[in-house]
C-alpha cells in the first residue's frame, strides 16, 4: 500500500504558473509509473503526464512544452510543474501510483483543485 497526498494547487490567472506536489507514503523506488492525471467538471479523467521509475517521461498533447514532470526519489515526492496555465487546465488533478508485480495495483491521492481563470 501506498499513500499519495497531493498540494500545490490554487487559483492562478491564464499565463501564470502552479507547482504541484505528490509525496507518497514511503519509497517511490519501487513504484513503477508515478503519474498526474486531470478531471474537469462534466469531463472523463484523463492523463496529464507520467514518469517511470527510469525516468522515462510522457506528456498528454495539450500539455507538452508546458508541464514539466520530475521526481525525488529522496523525499518520495513527485511534482508538476505548470507554465503558461490555461482556462482550459482548469480541473482537479490527481496523482497516481502504478506497480508491476503479479498483477498491476494503482494508487489515487485525495486531488487538489487548480482553477485558471482571471
Known amino acids: 500500500q501506498v499513500q499519495l497526498v497531493e498540494s500545490g494547487g490554487g487559483l492562478v490567472q491564464p499565463g501564470g504558473s502552479l507547482r504541484l506536489s505528490c509525496a507518497a507514503s514511503?519509497?517511490?523506488?519501487?513504484?513503477?509509473?508515478m503519474g498526474w492525471y486531470r478531471q474537469a467538471p462534466g469531463k472523463q479523467r484523463e492523463l496529464v503526464a507520467t514518469i517511470t521509475n527510469i525516468n522515462s517521461i510522457n506528456y498528454a498533447d495539450s500539455v507538452k512544452g508546458r508541464f514539466t514532470i520530475s521526481r525525488d526519489n529522496a523525499k518520495n515526492t513527485v511534482y508538476l510543474q505548470m507554465n503558461s496555465l490555461k482556462p482550459e487546465d482548469t480541473a482537479v488533478y490527481y496523482c497516481?501510483?502504478?506497480?508491476?508485480?503479479?498483477?498491476?495495483?494503482?494508487?489515487w491521492g485525495q486531488g487538489t483543485q487548480v482553477t485558471v481563470s482571471s
Open positions: 497516481n501510483a502504478k506497480e508491476y508485480g503479479l498483477g498491476i495495483r494503482s494508487y
Open positions: 514511503r519509497s517511490i523506488l519501487s513504484i513503477n509509473i
